[in-house]
C-alpha cells in the first residue's frame, strides 16, 4: 500500500534485523547456559515476530518464512509442547544462522536464496520429529546427542566470508559505525555539561584577571611618569644645570653634590625598576590575553563537541514514520477505507528524545484523518475523488526546528460546524465573528468535539488537546490547516534538538526560570497599578488575552515592585497568553535536559538547565500553564500501605487510656504521639505534623475544649482531624464538642471496631479535592 | 525449589546506614550512587513536600527526598546534612534507563554489614519507592 522507495525500505530493516538477531545471539547463547524462563522465550518469540513481520513488509519471503519457522517452535516452547533440549537450541542457532547469511546476501546486494528454505525446514521436521519421540521430562542437563548437529548441511555459512567465526557475524553490515548505549551519550552530554559550567567560570575569570591586569598597567604607568616627573624635576637641580646668581653658593661644599649626584642615582634606578615592572607588566598582560583567547577557543571546541555528541543522537525520523505504515493499514482495513500512503524526508534527522515522543501525538492525528477526515470509497467516487484517500507524511528541516505535516484529501474540517459547536458548549457567543484560525484552534480545546458518536479508535481517550500538550511536552507547537472537501494539513514543529536551545531567563521571587524562546511571541510591560490590570485579560495588539502570574500560580512571594511587571507574550496554540513574571534576566544558549523521571509528572516544566554558575533552572511549559483555567496543586500519593506512617496525636490524662489507644494504633503501624493535656499537646504539635488527634474532653491544665479550639483557630492545624474520646456519654457533651469542631466523638470504653471505622472515615479517604 | 535454597550460601549483604529524626533508614550499599553535601539545594514549586528540592550533580539534576514528610521520623535537623544518591534501574518501552534520587540524611551515613537473610522494615526498596512517590499527573484544581 505504501509506496516507499523499497531501498530505503531495506536500509531500515537491515538496522533493525540487526537488532533483532543480536536479540537472538545474546538469547541462544543465554538458553543454552541458564535454565529457560519464560521471560526469555518471550524476548524471543516477540524478537522472531518483528522479524517476520518487517521482512515480509520487504518481500524477503524466504527470511520471513524461517523467522515465522521459529517463532513457531518459540511458541511451542512457551507452552510447554516442547522442552528447550539441546537439539531444539542446536536448532534455533541453526536458523539463525540461516537468517544472517540470508540478509548478508541482501545486504550485499544480492537476492535471497530461496533453496535454503526447504533445507531448514526438513531440518526443523527432523529435530521435532525426535524431541517428539522423546520422554516428556527429558531437560537439558540430559546431554543429548550432538552429531546430527555436526552434520548440519552447511547451507548457509558458504556465503560467510570467514566460516566459522561467529563473532563476525555481528558486524555484517556496518563496518564503519559502532552501536553506543543512548545512556552512554547522555552521560557524556552531562558531562560536557559540567564542562560548559567550568569553563564559563574560567571565561568570567579571566575577564576579571584583564581588569585587575589593567589595573595594574595603568598603575604602573602613573609610577613611572611620577617617577620621570621627579627625575626630570630632580636633574633639573643637578649641579651641572644650576645657575649660580649668587656667587657665594658656589661655595657649598662637595658633600652636598654628593647627596645629589645619590639622589640622582636612586631616580634613576627608580625609573629602571619602574621600567622593568612595566616591560613584565606588558608580558602579563599578553599572558592573560592569549589565556583569554584559548578558553574562548575552547568554548568554541566544546560548541563543536557539544552538537557533535548531541548529533549521535540523532534518528532518521522515517524509522518513525515506518512504524505507521502497519497501523495504517489496519486502520483503513476496520473503518472500511481504502488509503494510500505517501512518506517523503525520512532521512531528516531527529533528537531521540523527540522521536520517541512524537509517536503518539502523530499516530493520534492519522487515526483522525483516517477515522474522520478520508470518505469512504463511495463518498469519494461521488464526490469524484480517487476511490483511495491519500495520506501524506512529510518532514523536512527549517533551522533548527522540523517540520512535519500529516494531509490528508479528504473531507476537510467545516469551520461552521466548529462555531456551531462552540455555540451550543457555551464556548462562543452566537455573534462572535472569528477568523478561521480562531476558530480552527476550536478543536484544541478540551473535551471539544463535533464527531456525533465516539468511534473505538480515535473518539475515546486522547483528544486534540492531549496531542497539543505532548507536543508541548517537546517544545513544539501543533498548527492546522483545512479547505472543506478537500484536505486537512497538521503541521507540527519540534526543535530537531532538545539538547541546546535558546531560552529567556526570568524569576518569580528568587527562583529562576527559562521558557524557550522559540515559543515566546514578544515580550511587553504592564502597569499593575493602573485599571488595565482588573482582571486576567490584558489587550494586546487589539486582543484581550488570558494572562496568569507566575509568582501567584506558584504561591512564591512576588519581589516585584507591581508597578511595570514584564509579560511573556506565547503562543499556545489555538491562543496567545500573556505569563506574568517578576523580572526579565536575560537569554541564554542552553542544554535542556529531560526532567528527571520521579518529577516526571509535573508537566508544567517541560525539563532543566543548569547556568553557568550552577543553578538548576526550570523550564516552563505555558501550554501546560494556560491549559484551562486552573491551578496545579501538588498531591502526594497516597501511601500503598495504608496507614504506614500516619501520625496520630492521642491527649489524654489518664496513663492507661494512652497505653492502651496507643498499643491498638502501634499495631496497626501508626505512629503514635502522646501527651497527658492540651498545652503538651499543642508542643507537639508545634513540632510533628500529625494526621489525627484523639483527645479526652476533661484533662488538667488545659481542657479539651479549649484544646479543639485552639487547634481550630490555627491556620497550620485547623484540617487536621480530631476524634474526641471520652466518658462523658450524654447527648449534650457530644454536640457542644462537635460544635467546637471535633469530627468524631467515641465513648469509653470504646470497643476496636469503632475506632477503626473512625481511622477509615478519617484517614483512608482522605479527600485530596 | 527447597534443596536449591538450602544449597545458596548466606551472603552478608552491607548497608548504607543514614539517618532522618530518630529514625535511620538502610539502604543496599551496591545502590549507593554515593555521598555528597546536601548544597546547593534548589525549590520546586508545585511539588509535595517530601520534594525538598533539587541538587545538580555532575550535569544531572537530581530530586532530593526528605523522609521525614513521608515517614513517622520526628523532626529532623538538616543544617548540615549529607545526601545519599541512590541509583534506581528503571524499565521504560523494554529499555533499562537509570536514574538517580537523593536522600538527605542529618548525619554523615556509616556503612553495616549483616548477613542478607535478616530483614528490616527499614530497608528502603528504592525501585518501588521511585514507583509510588515519584510524581504523577498533576491533579488539577479548578480556581
Avoid at chain 1, 583569554?292 to 557533535?308: F, Q
Avoid at chain 1, 497516597?638 to 487510656?657: F, H, M, N, T
Avoid at chain 2, 550512587?33 to 541538587?55: C, H, N, R, W
Wanted: glycine share 6%.
Amino acid at each position: 500500500m505504501a509506496e516507499f522507495d523499497r531501498s530505503e525500505l531495506l536500509e531500515y530493516f537491515l538496522s533493525e534485523a540487526e537488532n533483532h538477531i543480536n536479540t537472538f545471539d545474546r538469547g541462544i547463547s543465554e538458553l543454552e547456559t541458564t535454565p529457560v524462563h519464560d521471560a526469555l522465550i518471550e524476548e524471543l518469540f516477540r524478537a522472531a515476530h518483528t522479524l517476520k513481520g518487517s521482512a515480509a513488509l520487504v518481500k524477503l519471503a524466504t527470511t520471513s518464512n524461517i523467522a515465522h519457522k521459529m517463532e513457531d517452535i518459540l511458541e511451542k516452547i512457551r507452552d510447554g509442547e516442547i522442552k528447550a533440549s539441546r537439539d531444539i537450541i542446536e536448532l534455533l542457532s541453526h536458523m539463525l544462522d540461516t537468517i544472517k547469511g540470508l540478509i548478508q546476501d541482501i545486504a550485499a546486494g544480492r537476492d535471497e536464496n530461496a533453496q535454503i528454505e526447504q533445507e531448514v525446514f526438513n531440518k526443523v521436521e527432523e529435530v521435532l520429529t525426535k524431541e517428539k519421540g522423546a520422554p516428556a521430562f527429558s531437560d537439558s542437563s540430559i546431554p543429548t546427542i550432538t552429531e546430527s548437529t555436526q552434520t548440519l548441511p552447511s547451507a548457509v555459512p558458504e556465503k560467510r566470508e570467514v566460516p566459522g567465526r561467529r563473532k563476525e557475524d555481528f558486524e555484517f553490515f556496518s563496518g564503519i559505525s559502532v552501536k553506543v548505549d543512548v545512556r552512554k551519550v547522555e552521560e557524556m552530554l552531562n558531562l560536557i555539561g559540567e564542562i560548559t559550567i567550568k569553563k564559563n567560570y574560567l571565561l568570567q575569570k579571566t575577564k576579571e584577571t584583564e581588569e585587575i591586569s589593567d589595573e595594574i598597567f595603568f598603575a604602573g604607568r602613573r609610577l613611572l611618569s611620577e617617577v620621570n616627573n621627579f627625575a626630570e624635576r630632580y636633574s633639573y637641580a643637578l649641579p651641572g644645570n644650576v645657575k649660580y646668581t649668587d656667587p657665594l653658593l658656589s661655595e657649598f661644599g662637595e658633600l652636598e653634590f654628593d647627596r645629589y649626584d645619590e639622589l640622582n642615582l636612586f631616580s634613576r634606578k627608580l625609573q629602571e625598576i619602574t621600567n622593568d615592572i612595566a616591560e613584565a607588566l606588558k608580558d602579563l598582560s599578553d599572558f592573560f590575553e592569549s589565556l583569554g583567547n584559548n578558553v574562548k577557543t575552547i568554548d568554541n571546541l566544546i560548541k563543536l563537541l557539544r552538537t557533535d555528541v548531541s548529533e549521535t543522537r540523532m534518528i532518521d525520523i522515517g524509522r518513525l514514520f515506518q512504524r505507521f505504515i502497519r497501523p495504517v493499514k489496519d486502520m483503513a482495513k476496520q473503518y472500511g477505507k481504502k488509503i494510500e500512503l505517501l512518506i517523503s524526508g525520512g532521512d531528516t534527522k531527529i533528537d531521540r528524545v523527540i522521536f520517541e515522543r512524537l509517536f503518539d501525538p502523530l499516530i493520534h492525528i492519522i487515526r483522525n484523518a483516517i477515522s474522520h477526515g478520508i470518505e469512504y470509497p463511495d463518498e469519494r467516487l461521488k464526490k469524484e475523488k480517487k476511490e483511495e484517500g491519500l495520506l501524506l507524511l512529510t518532514a523536512r528541516r527549517e533551522g533548527n526546528t522540523v517540520v512535519i505535516e500529516i494531509n490528508d484529501n479528504g473531507r476537510g474540517i467545516n469551520t461552521d460546524t466548529l462555531f456551531g459547536e462552540a455555540v451550543k458548549k457555551g464556548l462562543l457567543t452566537p455573534d462572535k465573528k472569528l477568523s478561521k484560525e480562531e476558530l480552527l484552534s476550536l478543536i484544541f480545546v478540551p473535551g471539544f468535539t463535533t464527531s456525533e458518536s465516539t468511534d473505538m479508535a480515535s473518539g475515546r481517550g486522547m483528544g486534540m488537546n492531549a496531542v497539543r500538550r505532548l507536543i508541548s511536552g517537546i517544545s513544539g507547537v501543533v498548527e492546522v490547516d483545512t479547505t472543506v472537501g478537500l484536505s486537512t494539513t497538521f503541521r507540527i514543529k519540534v526543535p530537531s534538538s532538545l539538547a541546546i536551545m535558546n531560552t529567556i531567563i526570568f524569576n518569580s521571587g528568587d527562583i529562576e526560570f527559562v521558557m524557550p524562546a522559540s515559543l515566546i511571541e514578544q515580550i511587553i510591560q504592564i502597569d499593575m497599578t493602573t485599571g488595565e490590570k482588573d482582571s486576567d485579560m490584558i489587550s494586546y495588539r487589539g486582543k484581550d488575552i488570558y494572562t496568569k502570574d507566575l509568582s501567584e500560580m506558584f504561591g512564591i512571594v512576588s519581589k516585584a515592585d507591581n508597578v511595570n511587571r514584564p509579560v511573556i507574550i506565547c503562543n499556545v496554540t489555538d491562543k496567545k497568553a500573556g505569563l506574568i513574571v517578576d523580572e526579565i534576566l536575560g537569554q541564554e544558549e542552553t542544554i535542556i535536559k529531560p526532567l528527571n523521571r520521579f518529577l516526571g509528572g509535573l508537566y508544567i516544566y517541560s525539563g532543566t538547565t543548569i547556568s553557568g554558575d550552577g543553578r538548576v533552572r526550570f523550564v516552563i511549559n505555558p501550554v501546560k500553564v494556560f491549559e484551562e483555567h486552573i491551578q496545579p496543586v501538588a498531591v502526594m500519593p497516597s501511601i500503598a500501605e495504608g496507614y504506614e506512617g500516619r501520625r496520630i496525636l492521642v491527649v489524654d490524662d489518664s496513663i492507661s487510656v494512652r497505653k492502651y489507644v496507643s498499643a491498638f494504633l502501634e499495631a496497626r503501624r501508626f505512629k503514635v504521639y502522646t501527651a497527658t493535656n492540651g498545652v503538651e499537646a499543642l508542643n507537639i504539635l508545634e513540632e510533628t505534623p500529625v494526621d489525627m488527634i484523639i483527645t479526652d474532653l476533661e484533662m488538667p491544665v488545659m481542657h479539651g475544649y479549649e484544646f479543639i479550639s485552639r487547634i481550630k483557630g490555627s491556620y497550620r492545624l485547623k484540617e487536621i482531624p480530631i476524634v474526641v474520646l471520652t466518658s462523658r456519654s450524654s447527648e449534650k457533651h457530644k454536640e457542644k464538642a462537635l460544635q467546637s469542631g471535633a469530627h468524631d466523638y467515641l465513648i469509653k470504653p470504646f470497643d476496636e471496631k469503632s475506632l477503626t471505622e473512625i481511622l477509615k472515615k478519617h484517614l483512608y479517604t482522605v479527600d485530596l479535592a | 525449589m527447597n534443596s536449591e535454597f538450602e544449597k545458596e550460601p548466606i551472603e552478608e549483604s552491607t548497608y548504607c546506614v543514614f539517618k532522618v529524626g530518630e529514625k535511620e533508614f538502610l539502604l543496599p550499599v551496591k545502590l549507593v550512587k554515593e555521598v555528597v553535601d546536601a548544597s546547593p539545594l534548589f525549590p520546586v514549586p508545585l511539588t509535595p513536600e517530601y520534594v525538598y528540592g533539587v541538587i545538580p550533580l555532575r550535569g544531572r539534576i537530581i530530586p532530593v527526598i526528605d523522609l521525614s514528610k513521608i515517614y513517622p521520623t520526628g523532626k529532623p535537623d538538616y543544617n548540615d546534612a549529607k545526601l545519599v544518591i541512590a541509583d534506581v534501574e528503571l524499565e521504560l518501552m523494554r529499555e533499562a534507563i537509570n536514574e538517580h534520587i537523593g536522600f538527605l540524611s542529618e548525619t554523615l551515613p556509616y556503612f553495616v554489614s549483616f548477613s542478607s537473610d535478616i530483614s528490616s522494615d527499614d530497608i528502603i526498596n528504592v525501585k518501588s519507592f521511585f514507583e509510588t512517590f515519584r510524581l504523577k499527573e498533576l491533579w488539577y484544581g479548578r480556581v
